[in-house]
């Protein structure tokens, strides 16, 4: 048997792009990065790469011919530049997702516009919206968020009776952002859903997610919370997953509250941190099915079939790499990245144990 889609296009050549790389190759199937940086860690392991920016029309044309289907791995790829190359041809998930997940206010419109519950939020284009907004909420704290373009805590900023409103505003440096309620949420936690090009859907078991400095620090799944929250947290990413037409994996991410309210926070149009743990512990990993949606493939298995914790390792967190070496349950991943730098996410490691032992 041939398959049909044998090279794989991917814009960004991050971790997620390299991952996704490896997971393809297992399928035979081929992948062509693009990205602007040389040496990027997808790069070093895909089977050709094309250096350039993502606004070059030449070379997204030469990417577009050389693959049967396109992907990206980060959200900040240009909307112009998959609506360029889907003139020539497929690119999954379509411009749509990418659209709502890029903005802040479109991504809170479209998640309350079909049912689904956020914080509270507000637009923001000036110091004044800030002071109007907290006056209506009658409350002096809020979070502030760069419309675009954040992401691990970056372009925000928590705003309260210690700074003035232009302060606040001009310290984020844009010219849009959404003001958002505070959550004093319990825990947090992460739904990945993949739909392939039929409309199949299947949803990973639950992981919960523990931050610090605002960078994911650890997933433990599948989590050990209520049932009750585990099937209304799948059924929200099943419904976003249905109504934009996924093609692909995306991951919404929750704020669970301490009466059991369930608020989305984001939504990440790809595979996300929060799923490693799904290379060691589940049939299909989340870089396999996303693979597996966008080439056309059917859909594997996401059932666990082991507990995993899977820890990040930021910056100098790689000198932990001897410890975890002796450790026998510990899988570890590293990126490829010469330089490790304070908040870079330089690996992970997904330690494993018996999924009968979890509860
Ligand atoms: P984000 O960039 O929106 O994913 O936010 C990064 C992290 O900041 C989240 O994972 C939360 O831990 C925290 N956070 C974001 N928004 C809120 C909020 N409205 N209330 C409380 N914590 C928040």
């Not at 928590?158 to 949420?185: C, K, M, P, R």
């Not at 585990?230 to 099943?238: F, G, M, R």
């Not at 490829?336 to 144990?353: A, D, N, P, Q, Y």
């Amino acid at each position: 048997m041939k398959l049909k889609i044998q090279i794989l296009g991917i814009l960004g050549g991050g971790q997620l792009g390299r991952m996704s790389a490896l997971a393809a190759a297992r399928l035979g199937i081929n992948t062509i990065i693009l990205c602007p940086e040389k040496d990027c860690p997808a790069s070093l392991i895909s089977t050709d790469f094309i250096q350039a920016d993502y606004e070059d029309e030449t070379a997204l044309k030469k990417l577009a011919d050389q693959c049967d289907v396109i992907t990206y791995e980060f959200e900040n790829i240009p909307l112009k530049t998959i609506e360029f190359i889907q003139k020539h041809k497929p690119v999954y998930p379509d411009h749509r997702l990418l659209e709502v997940s890029q903005n802040r206010l479109k991504e809170k419109q479209f998640l309350n516009d079909i049912g689904i519950q956020t914080a509270p939020w507000a637009p923001c284009y000036s110091e004044n919206d800030i002071k109007v907004t907290l006056e209506q909420w009658q409350t002096p704290k809020c979070i502030i968020k760069t419309a675009r373009f954040g992401y691990d805590g970056k372009g925000q900023l928590l705003h309260d009776n210690n700074s003035s409103y232009l302060e606040s505003w001009t310290s984020l440096q844009t010219d849009e952002a959404v003001i958002e309620g505070i959550i004093d949420f319990d825990y947090e936690i992460s739904v990945i859903v993949a739909r392939d090009v039929k409309g199949t859907i299947k949803t990973y078991p639950i992981g919960i997610n523990e931050h610090k400095n605002h960078i994911l620090w650890k997933t433990t799944a599948p989590a050990n919370i209520p049932s009750k929250i585990q099937s209304s947290a799948s059924k929200l990413a099943h419904l976003v997953a249905e109504k934009i037409e996924l093609v692909g994996v995306l991951t919404l991410e929750l704020f669970i509250t301490k009466e059991g309210n369930i608020l989305a926070n984001e939504i990440a149009p790809r595979t996300h941190n929060s799923g490693h743990w799904t290379i060691e512990a589940c049939h299909a990993s989340q870089f396999e099915n996303h693979v597996r949606a966008v080439c056309g493939l059917p859909l594997g298995s996401t059932d666990a079939f082991a507990k995993a914790e899977m820890i990040n390792l930021v910056g100098d967190d790689i000198s932990d790499i001897p410890s975890y070496l002796e450790q026998d349950n510990a899988h570890i991943h590293l990126y490829g990245k010469t330089e490790s730098r304070e908040g870079r996410k330089m690996g992970h490691v997904t330690l494993i144990s018996n999924l009968d032992n979890a509860h």
